[in-house]
């Protein structure tokens, strides 16, 4: 009964106050929803920093939230819509079909699913060919492999993780054919302890060079890398030399920032027109990035291969 | 009469002095602890969108698996499994929901919920089973139980129930006609109703049944109760249970066809556990879950709030949510003390229940 009594009293408090709340008319604003931890140090920080970015250069308030269940997804999404942001940031594949409903509704905002899928009303995706880079990371990881066994750590068995993981493949193999590949999904972005798990049962079937996709998770696969001697790893989404200075050759890496803050300047201008937009190694926001200390490891003739596929690549997303 | 006004006292404790904790802590890290309560109170009561959108709807799952926990306990069973039942009913809901197409709604949406009961009883059925037969503590077998699930669902996304073009690790949508209908101007699904409703008939059990009154005086004294002759305890505690793990598939259901209209992996972010804490703060009383129940849910709706709009990170509301239960323990063991403390000064029991 007093039960009853009290909900009552809350439903009229929160009428009031809702009638209470006022409109004022917003200046444009910019939000991002990630779908996991900003220190993550790669997918999900790459795109906080560049929403800070978006802040600094064009001096506009922001916002950030993590919401990691579809619920909380969509209520994201429309809560900043309904809050009148006027550019919101899906930071991943997830947040399209989400995204797609909650525009229906507020037609006059922006949203960007980064690795999303198509173009539907105001929503659009932004799409990254990490998978270029990881092929240079392979190609790497081919020539430098003793054990001619090549290891990788994903997060979810999604598309563009599922392109890296056979083009890191594919790398290898075009400099090394013998190279034999294990692929290792871990269910999962925030697991460090599984990720070092998966990585632990890698080396022990004798990989000896690492790549991954698979956010925070990763951080355990630096961990258990480092463990063991003579393993070398490649960093994904982020220049993660820092994370094993000695043992990390080089990085597949998306430059999140300029990408997004390439498309706030147009929302803000005006000139934004939902449009598949896609960047690969020729747009230099995806980019293999070598680590410069263990540059003497890797043999002049396999850097040169590298770079002629690298620019082969180039050319290509050019055309 | 004395006993639940200080059990009403101590759960109201423990909420201040978790809120003032958090407060004091976002203080201590140079946060704006005013800005920060402001926001978190905004984006769980400041407008009718977000009580209904963000904090009712979070409610209904909470409740809905509270109920199912107090329904458990009071007979004595934990069932801390309400994780993987949510699961199971879920799977079991979408795979209905996918497969429903031309039905109309009136056949649908109760084959929808059936399912996800269905699914949440079966789940809980292999616990009750071992515990029955092998005396398997069903604290660790729902536990275990949990995880199983959990792979369930990814392998289930992943291979028979994934979507047609077997791209993403998600089931087809569910057809138009299995989707609960929202609550006029709201984002509010029906779900929240039928949690009303299923309190209200817990509270008709509990409190004017005889078989809630077996149920009571089986958790409170087994031996009693058997001995007494009147309670067989093992069916009873075998209903409970299965009663517990149908609502809790009933939660999962509701989540697939009031809000994600498909199966996900990561469709929970811990509503079985919550509710637990739910549960535990009404002291099991089915009226008071539904208000607990809106309570956490409105402490985690305003943590995204708190993280959007006054930049905190939202796992503090998590910290507090720890911080209510070990306060609500604390000070019942504390009147526990207290109670033996007079028994043994006077001789006599009084207001004990």
């Not at chain 2, 515990?131 to 992943?158: C, D, H, P, Y």
């Not at chain 2, 708190?306 to 503090?316: E, F």
Request: with cysteine; aromatic share 8%; hydrophobic share 50%.
């Amino acid at each position: 009964m007093i039960a009853a009594r009290a909900l009552g009293w809350v439903l009229a408090g929160v009428l009031l106050a809702s009638c209470a709340t006022r409109e004022a008319p917003a200046p444009f604003r910019v939000a991002l929803i990630t779908p996991g931890s900003i220190a993550d140090a790669a997918w999900n920080s790459g795109a906080f920093t560049g929403l800070g970015q978006i802040h600094d250069s064009l001096g506009v308030p922001i916002s950030h939230v993590e919401a990691r269940t579809p619920a909380e997804q969509e209520e994201a999404l429309r809560t900043y819509a309904a809050q009148g942001y006027d550019l919101i940031f899906g930071h991943g594949f997830e947040f399209q079909s989400p995204a797609e409903r909650v525009s229906a509704d507020y037609p006059a905002v922006v949203f960007i699913i980064t690795s999303g899928e198509r173009v539907q009303g105001n929503v659009a995706p932004l799409i990254f060919r990490l998978s270029e880079a990881s092929y240079l990371a392979g190609m790497v990881a081919g020539g430098l492999t003793k054990s001619n066994v090549i290891g990788f750590v994903g997060g979810v068995e999604l598309p563009p993780v599922r392109e890296a993981s056979e083009a890191w493949v594919a790398g290898a193999r075009a400099v090394n054919p013998e190279v034999q590949s294990r692929t290792t999904y871990l269910n999962n972005w925030d697991d460090a302890a599984l990720g070092r798990e998966a990585a632990r049962a890698l080396i022990r079937v004798g990989a000896d060079m690492l790549h991954h996709n698979a956010d925070a998770a990763a951080i355990g696969v630096f961990q258990a890398a480092k463990e063991a001697p003579g393993v070398y790893l490649f960093g994904a989404n982020a220049d993660q030399t820092e994370l094993a200075p000695s043992r990390v050759v080089g990085s597949a890496v998306i430059d999140l920032p300029r990408a997004l803050l390439l498309v706030a300047r147009e929302v803000q201008s005006g000139t934004f027109t939902p449009r598949v937009e896609s960047f690969g190694l020729g747009s230099g926001v995806v980019q293999y990035v070598p680590n410069l200390a263990l540059d003497s490891m890797i043999p002049v003739a396999l850097a040169e291969r590298v770079r002629a596929a690298e620019d082969s690549i180039r050319q290509r997303d050019g055309q | 009469m004395r006993s639940s006004i200080r059990a009403l006292g101590t759960s109201l404790l423990a909420l201040a002095v978790g809120l003032l904790l958090l407060a004091v802590g976002l203080h201590l890290a140079g946060y704006d602890a005013g800005a920060a309560l402001a926001a978190l109170w905004d984006g769980a009561f400041g407008s009718w969108r977000a009580f209904t959108g963000a904090t009712l709807l979070r409610s209904v799952p909470l409740i809905l698996i509270g109920l199912g926990f107090a329904l458990a306990l009071r007979g004595g069973a934990l069932n801390i499994g309400a994780e993987g039942q949510f699961y199971a009913g879920a799977i079991a809901a979408a795979w209905v929901g996918v497969h429903a197409g031309g039905w109309a709604p009136w056949i649908a949406l109760p084959s929808v919920a059936l399912a996800g009961i269905v699914g949440g009883t079966m789940w809980m059925a292999l616990p009750v089973v071992l515990k029955l037969r092998f005396g398997v503590l069903e604290v660790i077998s729902t536990l275990l139980l949990n995880f199983v699930a959990e792979a369930l669902v990814s392998w289930m996304v992943q291979g028979p129930m994934q979507e047609p073009s077997g791209i993403y690790p998600q089931s087809a949508p569910i057809v138009e006609a299995a989707r609960l209908p929202m609550l006029p101007g709201t984002r509010l699904h029906l779900g929240f109703v039928a949690a009303l409703i299923a309190a209200s008939i817990l509270t008709w059990i509990f409190a004017r049944t005889w078989w809630g009154f077996r149920l009571r005086a089986l958790g409170e004294g087994p031996r009693a109760a058997e001995v007494s002759g009147r309670v067989r305890g093992n069916r009873m505690i075998a209903v409970a249970l299965l009663g517990s793990g149908a609502l809790a598939g009933l939660a999962g259901a509701f989540e697939v066809s009031g809000v994600s209209y498909a199966l996900y992996q990561n469709l929970s972010p811990g509503y079985g556990f919550t509710a637990i804490g739910v549960a535990l703060l009404a002291r099991l009383k089915p009226s008071a879950i539904v208000l607990t129940g809106i309570v956490f849910a409105a402490l985690e709706a305003g943590a995204g709030a708190m993280q959007r709009d006054a930049g905190i990170p939202a796992v503090t509301v998590y910290v507090v949510e720890g911080v209510i239960i070990l306060v609500l323990l604390l000070g019942d063991a504390a009147a526990r003390r207290g109670l033996r403390r007079q028994v043994v000064a006077t001789g006599a029991v009084d207001g004990i229940a």
